[in-house]
């Protein structure tokens, strides 16, 4: 079974809540978007609704901002038990990785579509996730690129046990496009495809179920 995180981009706390709310009941674990307006001209709701908000579902941070690592405190204050950061705005990836393992949490580095995997030998086994975007990163709702097959074989063929994550685009075609090539270690963020479902938890068990 396929292990499906629903991933929420909200700007404001009410539209992070009615998500929220769609999936709670199942999701078990759920990413919340973080962008600072710096990585992205965007900016979403911060770590700190967290304390507001009553969840039964674990909560994991996508950072899209600049040096991610000044984020972790944050995220760890509100609850987050996994952070994943960019790499394109992070002066430090091993500074990044110690001070989130640290922290107990799940750790992992991100790259966006068009960003080059240079250097990912020297950490792949240093992560618990290789989080790779099918997407520009910061608009939920686009169609996926195919050019991440070619990501997904590269960091596999350096590590078989680290766990990668494919973030945006995804739909039943296209979870199995990457299973094919990345095997049994991997995990899927899932927006829109979840959020704008007539039916939330059925689309989430047919993506959980897809070979």
Not at 53 to 66: D, F, G, K
Request: charged share 30%.
């Amino acid at each position: 079974m396929n292990k499906i995180i629903p991933t929420i981009l909200a700007k404001d706390i009410s539209k992070f809540e009615e998500n929220l709310a769609k999936v709670d009941m199942f999701a078990g674990t759920v990413q919340m978007d973080i962008i600072d307006g710096k990585f992205f001209s965007t900016e979403t709701v911060m770590p700190e609704v967290l304390l507001s908000v009553e969840t039964p579902s674990e909560i994991e941070a996508h950072l899209m901002v600049e040096e991610p690592i000044e984020w972790i405190e944050r995220c760890v204050a509100a609850g987050i038990t996994a952070v994943y950061g960019h790499v394109e705005k992070m002066s430090d990836k091993l500074s990044f990785i110690s001070k989130a393992e640290e922290a107990g949490m799940k750790t992992g580095l991100a790259f966006d579509l068009d960003s080059s995997l240079e250097g990912v030998e020297d950490w792949v086994n240093l992560v618990d996730v290789v989080l790779l975007m099918a997407v520009k990163a910061g608009i939920q709702g686009q169609q996926f690129e195919n050019s991440v097959i070619e990501k997904i074989i590269k960091v596999r063929e350096l590590s078989s046990s680290v766990t990668i994550m494919i973030d945006g685009g995804l739909n039943e075609e296209n979870i199995k496009k990457c299973l094919e090539v990345g095997g049994e270690k991997m995990e899927f963020a899932v927006g829109s495809e979840i959020l704008t479902a007539e039916k939330p938890e059925e689309t989430f068990r047919k993506l959980e179920n897809v070979e």
